[in-house]
């Protein structure tokens, strides 16, 4: 008995037709160049009004879609422990991740340069005005907005529970504490990460060890 012919199908073009299982996946949403990084951070940090990460969530997730809400969580995670501004750190990551060391210094360079020059003009603007009742109103109202914000991205990451090791339960009780301890019990940041983020690492790693 003959063999089997898997050759692919000649088109009328002549030129062969790839079998179904040889097409390559859809490729995910990324930037194009370091140059896209950094306008894109710029743009992000001018929309950070008291608040950048609430708006890097929305911008890197839901509309350019270069990281997933589970992956955006993990990397929030670790640029929350680690020392310095969270979101530098987190734009340290996001740019290394796509250009290396380029992409880093691209990412950060797009969150603090212009927006550095506007706070510095600001800064004398407030010097000279800060005494007027409309400013301070206007600072107090620009605050519960940025609450409002990162209430709101709190609540859009909080769906990534559900696939993580622990499951939902666990990472919501590990939350509440975390709330808790911070809000209500004000107790130092740093020791409370240390004990309670310690904890889950210590959980996941017996969660996911061979």
């Not at 997933?68 to 987190?90: D, K, S």
């Not at 907005?145 to 609540?155: E, K, N, S, W």
């Not at 919501?172 to 889950?200: E, N």
Request: proline fraction near 9%; charge should be positive; charged fraction near 10%.
């Amino acid at each position: 008995m003959a063999a089997a012919d898997f050759s692919p199908t000649p088109t009328p073009d002549g030129l062969p037709t790839p079998h179904s299982g040889s097409t390559p996946p859809p490729q995910r949403p990324r930037p194009r160049n370091c140059a896209d990084l950094f306008w894109s951070f710029t743009w992000l940090a001018l929309q950070g009004f008291g608040g950048v990460m609430a708006v890097v969530q929305r911008e890197l997730v839901e509309k350019k879609r270069w990281m997933t809400n589970e992956e955006f969580l993990e990397e929030w995670a670790v640029a929350q422990v680690m020392p310095g501004p969270n979101v530098v750190n987190l734009s340290v990551m996001i740019g290394d991740r796509y250009f290396g060391l380029r992409g880093a210094a691209a990412s950060v360079a797009g969150m603090l340069t212009l927006p550095l020059v506007l706070v510095l003009a600001a800064a004398l603007v407030y010097a000279h005005w800060a005494t007027h009742p409309a400013v301070a109103g206007a600072l107090r109202g620009m605050g519960a907005v940025a609450a409002g914000l990162i209430a709101g991205m709190g609540l859009k990451l909080a769906a990534a529970l559900r696939q993580h090791p622990l499951g939902p339960l666990v990472g919501a009780v590990f939350a509440a504490l975390m709330f808790g301890a911070i809000a209500w019990l004000r107790l130092p940041l740093h020791w409370v990460l240390l004990l309670l983020g310690g904890a889950v690492c210590a959980l996941t790693w017996r969660k996911l060890a061979p």
